[in-house]
């Protein structure tokens, strides 16, 4: 089951059996190609027009889409859907399940174009250790998507922008496809955890269900994208708070961050 292919597959029907307590795993199944090591490979701060660091770029951006995969194929084992609201948070998980191995696919063609494969180099397994923690559909919105995915709000469209400078517009294209879903997946959390916030503010609601060591830093990138998270339904009030939120993270620390 851990073959890049299984992971790739998309049911024609979906059915909610009873649940049953599951446990989660340290580690993703995969296959070898695939596994996440302890090894560490830098990100390429430029020079996109040469071939290895596109790949590696690539290669990262492809980890990060399997371990959405993996994630959300998790939470629908994870959490119950005995209520019909549930049952429509996990039919919004499996959509958005859906692009990510839209996306996924896209990446592992663009690295086969250039002369790589999805593993050839080492894969990280930073999104799936927060996992265990997420014991809740408040919890996992809170990181999945208004964490994690609102990162890629600025993480899609910086890249797409670094990729258009060196004339791959191709690559740029799929990170533009990339930052459209997003969008979605981020307005999905937003609609739940409005839903179930009662009379806190989103923002408070949001920081008291992601949990330690993440912050609300981690949902930023290097240029911050407003106008798709107002797009996400994420308001004047959340963005400001979250613009003016400051830690030792080290991407969003930098002087040149704006």
């Keep these: 089951m851990g073959?890049?292919?299984?992971?790739?597959i998309f049911p024609e029907s979906i059915e909610f059996d009873e649940t049953s307590a599951f446990d989660v795993p340290d580690f993703p199944q995969r296959s070898a190609k695939l596994k996440i090591l302890d090894k560490k490979i830098k990100f390429p701060k430029g020079n996109f027009h040469l071939n290895d660091k596109k790949a590696i770029a690539l290669n990262s951006f492809a980890n990060h889409e399997l371990l959405a995969i993996e994630m959300?194929?998790?939470?629908l084992l994870l959490y119950p859907h005995e209520t019909e609201e549930q049952k429509k948070a996990k039919r919004g998980i499996i959509q958005s399940l859906k692009d990510e191995q839209l996306h996924l696919t896209l990446y592992k063609?663009?690295?086969e174009e250039i002369g790589y494969e999805f593993g050839d180099f080492p894969l990280s397994d930073f999104f799936w250790g927060h996992m265990k923690e997420l014991k809740t559909f408040e919890q996992y919105f809170a990181c999945m998507a208004l964490t994690f995915e609102a990162a890629n709000l600025d993480?899609?469209?910086y890249f797409q922008g670094e990729f258009e400078k060196v004339d791959d517009q191709k690559t740029a294209r799929i990170l533009n496809q990339?930052?459209?879903?997003?969008?979605?997946?981020?307005?999905?959390g937003v609609f739940y955890l409005n839903k179930w916030r009662e009379n806190k503010s989103?923002?408070?609601y949001y920081t008291q269900n992601l949990n330690f060591p993440l912050t609300p830093a981690r949902s930023k990138g290097q240029v911050l994208n407003k106008?798709?998270?107002l797009k996400a339904n994420l308001g004047e009030d959340f963005i400001n708070n979250l613009i003016n939120f400051e830690d030792n993270f080290r991407v969003t620390s930098r002087k040149q961050w704006r």
């Design 3 to 8: 073959e890049i292919e299984n992971k790739l």
């Design 178 to 188: 990339v930052l459209k879903d997003e969008i979605s997946h981020v307005g999905l």
């Design 72 to 75: 959300m194929a998790c939470a």
């Design 155 to 157: 993480f899609a469209s």
């Design 109 to 111: 063609n663009r690295l």
């Design 202 to 204: 989103l923002w408070d």
């Design 227 to 229: 106008q798709a998270r």
